[in-house]
């Protein structure tokens, strides 16, 4: 294999490139962490990610990746043999389910088939029969990462105060947040679960849960056992910007650096701009002629698409060409669907032109390793850009 050329596409749905701003702000020195210089930095970043989380109440970061804050949300409000209502949306979906289950959770699990997100009637159907209000929590993933799919937590939401049901909600946001329109507070969500290499264009290694008040008032009474993961030690000292443990002091400057790039260019305009990316893409998967794994047009991810390979073509060798000849990272089929999709990221620092040129790698990519196609998906993504308004808000 030769050696790459230029600049590295790192196109799969999280990771994502962190931007130089970002890479910038971590350079620096690693500081007291009981000090006051870092009491700025913390009450900065527990803040921001308020605004972020769109929240008044607290946000927990914890060093961890995205698994960590999935165990945090689960020991901090639940007990052993709690039941629990999941949906098998995806390959996420299904590791966090087998994460509850570990912690002796009885997971009803509604099985899906990895094309739709989460369907509101089906939590609304069980909850209502659920006579003894057995089932603690809905634990739902909300872009599954696996398939492209997201999931209407607003929805699912208005569905559990239809059945009038008290179960927590706990949400998965892990590939989501600031990337797709999310609202922890207005959406009534009692945990929200994400971390910071996805749409926070951060470098893996923080966890955030946001918590509600219902969800820290259930953390007061459950009985999972906890050390590290629990809510009431991190609160304590980050009531005056500080941590119970050694922070991930560099990732933090990043943090505080990536939440000022975010709220500069608003909130609502970076979920446009992620909107747009993937309508973008899916006009280029349509000119080409390959089919999209999301099956509703509702629920189409603004993160990442999902393509289905031709059959008898194997995903994974096209994206190893893609690799080797056009240095560019696409997301692989998780288990169930490995081999048979290759996912396309556009989260994150992702424009017009970055997005055009990863959609220029798959078409070359495409024709390198004799998957069958239509050429011109490139082309249609740019018309379908350009035929927008020239305002950028218009989706
Ligand atoms: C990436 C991802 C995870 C796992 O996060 P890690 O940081 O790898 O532990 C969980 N859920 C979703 C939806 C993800 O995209």
């Known amino acids: ?28 020195q690693i500081i007291d962490h009981r000090g006051p210089e870092f009491a700025r930095l913390g009450r900065d970043v527990l803040a921001g990610c308020q605004a972020i989380f769109q929240t008044g109440n607290p946000v927990i970061i914890y060093p961890s990746s995205g698994t960590g804050a999935w165990e945090a949300a689960i020991v901090n409000t639940l007990s052993p043999g709690d039941k ?35 369907d509101p009637a089906a939590i609304e159907a069980k909850l209502a029969e659920d006579a003894t209000r057995a089932i603690k929590a809905v634990m739902v993933v909300h872009n599954e990462t696996s398939t ?27 590939s ?10 207005e959406w009534g969500v009692d945990v929200t679960v994400s971390c910071s290499q ?47 443990s050694t922070p991930a002091t560099s990732l933090l400057y990043g943090l505080r650096e990536s939440i000022a790039m975010l709220l500069e260019e608003g909130l609502e305009r970076v979920f446009t701009r992620h909107r747009r990316l993937a ?37 994974d060798a096209f994206r190893k060409i893609v690799l080797e000849r056009y240095n560019m990272s696409l997301g692989s089929g998780l288990s169930r669907v490995a081999g048979k999709v290759f996912r396309i990221g556009h989260l994150g620092e992702c424009n017009e032109l ?7 790698g798959v078409e070359l990519g495409l024709a390198a390793a004799g998957v069958p196609h239509r050429p011109g998906g490139v082309a249609a993504a740019m018309a379908n850009l350009a035929g927008r308004n020239a305002d950028p808000a218009v989706p």
Request: proline share 7%; aromatic share 8%; hydrophobic share 45%.
């Open 279 to 315: 309508a973008a893409t899916r006009a280029a998967v349509n000119a080409w002629g390959l089919e999209i794994l999301c099956l509703e047009p509702a629920e189409y991810s603004p993160v990442l698409t999902a393509v289905i390979m031709p059959a008898g073509h194997d995903a």
């Open 176 to 185: 989501s947040l600031g990337s797709a329109d999310y609202r922890h507070d």
């Open 1 to 28: 294999m030769s050696t790459p050329q230029g600049h590295h596409f790192l196109q799969i749905p999280g990771p994502s490139p962190v931007p130089e701003r970002v890479l910038q702000a971590m350079h620096k």
């Open 148 to 174: 492209g799919v997201l999931s209407r937590i607003a929805d699912i939401r208005a569905a559990m105060d239809r059945a009038d049901h008290p179960a927590l909600l706990l949400v998965d946001t892990i």
């Open 198 to 244: 996805k749409g926070l264009m951060l470098p893996p290694g923080l966890g955030f849960n946001a918590i509600s008040d219902k969800a820290l008032e259930a953390s007061r009474h459950n009985t999972m056992p906890r050390s590290y993961w629990d809510w009431q030690e991190m609160l304590k000292p980050n009531a005056n910007g500080f941590f119970p």
């Open 354 to 360: 970055t997005l055009l040129g990863a959609l220029t």
């Open 84 to 118: 629990v209502l999941m949906v098998e949306t995806g390959h996420f979906a299904t590791l966090w389910q087998k994460m509850a289950a570990r912690f002796g959770l009885e997971v009803d699990f509604i099985r899906g088939d990895w094309r739709h997100g989460v």
